[in-house]
Protein backbone atom coordinates (compact mmCIF):
# COMPACT_ATOMS: atom_id res chain seq x y z
CA UNK A 1 0.00 0.00 0.00
CA UNK A 2 1.23 3.37 -0.77
CA UNK A 3 0.08 6.75 0.74
CA UNK A 4 0.65 10.28 0.67
CA UNK A 5 0.26 12.36 3.97
CA UNK A 6 1.17 16.15 4.46
CA UNK A 7 3.70 17.28 7.28
CA UNK A 8 2.65 20.29 9.09
CA UNK A 9 5.70 22.54 10.20
CA UNK A 10 8.68 20.49 8.78
CA UNK A 11 11.43 23.19 8.85
CA UNK A 12 14.64 22.16 7.48
CA UNK A 13 15.46 20.04 4.22
CA UNK A 14 18.29 18.04 6.83
CA UNK A 15 15.42 17.10 9.30
CA UNK A 16 13.54 15.69 6.40
CA UNK A 17 16.48 13.94 4.84
CA UNK A 18 17.08 12.42 8.86
CA UNK A 19 13.10 11.78 8.67
CA UNK A 20 13.28 9.77 5.90
CA UNK A 21 16.11 7.26 6.98
CA UNK A 22 14.55 6.61 9.99
CA UNK A 23 11.04 5.40 8.77
CA UNK A 24 13.19 3.26 6.05
CA UNK A 25 14.38 1.55 8.86
CA UNK A 26 11.25 0.77 9.90
CA UNK A 27 10.17 -3.05 9.40
CA UNK A 28 7.79 -3.45 6.79
CA UNK A 29 8.53 -0.46 5.29
CA UNK A 30 9.24 -0.79 1.24
CA UNK A 31 10.09 3.00 0.05
CA UNK A 32 9.42 6.27 1.79
CA UNK A 33 10.32 9.47 0.55
CA UNK A 34 9.68 13.44 2.69
CA UNK A 35 9.30 16.30 0.43
CA UNK A 36 10.77 19.39 2.28
CA UNK A 37 9.90 21.49 -0.43
CA UNK A 38 6.06 20.02 -1.09
CA UNK A 39 5.91 19.58 2.89
CA UNK A 40 4.72 15.85 2.01
CA UNK A 41 5.64 12.21 2.88
CA UNK A 42 5.21 9.35 0.67
CA UNK A 43 5.07 5.95 2.25
CA UNK A 44 4.67 2.53 0.48
CA UNK A 45 4.26 -0.40 3.15
CA UNK A 46 2.91 -3.39 4.15
CA UNK A 47 -1.12 -3.20 3.67
CA UNK A 48 -1.87 -5.26 7.01
CA UNK A 49 0.16 -3.47 9.50
CA UNK A 50 0.23 0.00 7.30
CA UNK A 51 -1.51 1.78 10.57
CA UNK A 52 0.99 0.26 13.59
CA UNK A 53 3.90 1.31 11.02
CA UNK A 54 2.54 5.36 10.46
CA UNK A 55 2.09 5.46 14.43
CA UNK A 56 6.28 3.86 14.37
CA UNK A 57 7.36 7.03 11.63
CA UNK A 58 4.89 9.94 13.44
CA UNK A 59 7.14 8.72 16.63
CA UNK A 60 10.38 8.62 15.15
CA UNK A 61 9.88 11.98 12.98
CA UNK A 62 9.11 13.92 16.69
CA UNK A 63 11.91 12.16 17.66
CA UNK A 64 13.94 14.38 14.94
CA UNK A 65 11.92 17.59 14.88
CA UNK A 66 9.26 17.96 17.74
CA UNK A 67 7.01 20.24 16.31
CA UNK A 68 6.48 18.46 13.20
CA UNK A 69 3.37 16.27 12.47
CA UNK A 70 2.61 14.05 9.88
CA UNK A 71 -1.44 14.65 9.18
CA UNK A 72 -3.08 11.63 9.19
Do not use: H, Y
Not at 6 to 25: F, G, I, T
Amino acid sequence: MKKTFRMQDLDCANCAAKMERAVASIDGVQNVSVSFVMQRMTVEADEERFDEIMKEAAKKCRRIEPDCRIVL
